[in-house]
């Protein structure tokens, strides 16, 4: 299964790989110091994510819930739903991507009405929509356990998501000085990362 997913991913970033001109993409995330200029530049040729101005993508910025649900309803390019959450106006550019991936069943709102589309996404949450994208493909994927030394610091709801997208490499753990790895579920998902 896991090599599935590994393809399904590596397909995503073929597909959308073409030399990117020199922009302001490069990013090293600031805490695993992980290079994620390739992933950016795929993600950015393919139209998932989108820039402040020519050449100007700000990876270290926070992404917001309604940014990521944007990145992946553009990513899996999902077909529109109706608007359910009375906090995203119609009249947000996160509109229509928010209420698609909200229709696919990648979201979900803190109520049945409400989305807080510029809270920042933590990484608990991220991980949570990104396992709902995977469901919503069709793919598969056995129950994990959780390697974290914060393990206990997720929210039960998060812990199955975060499990598996970790045994599938899908995100990474934070290095400790110890040797082991922290997830850091609450922190704040920067664009790189996302």
Known sequence: MKKRIN???????????IAVPNTTAYAK??????????????????????????????PYLNVTRGQFAAFITRALDLPEGPAVFTDVPKTSRLF?????????????????TTFGPNDPISREQA??????AMKYKGIIRSEATLDFSD?????NAFKPAVAKNAKDGIIRGIPNSDGTFR???????S???A
């Open 7 to 17: 393809l399904f991913v590596c397909l995503l970033l073929l597909a959308a790989w």
């Open 29 to 58: 995330d600031d805490i695993t110091g992980i290079k994620l200029e390739a992933e950016m530049r795929a993600m950015i040729e393919r139209g998932v994510i989108q820039g402040f101005g020519p050449g100007k993508y700000e």
């Open 96 to 112: 229509t991507s928010i209420n698609s991936a909200s229709a696919a069943g990648i979201v979900n709102g803190y109520t049945k």
């Open 127 to 132: 991980s949570a929509m990104i396992d709902n």
């Open 151 to 155: 393990a206990a610091q997720i929210s």
């Open 183 to 189: 997830f850091a579920p609450k922190k704040t998902a």
């Open 191 to 193: 664009r790189a990362e």
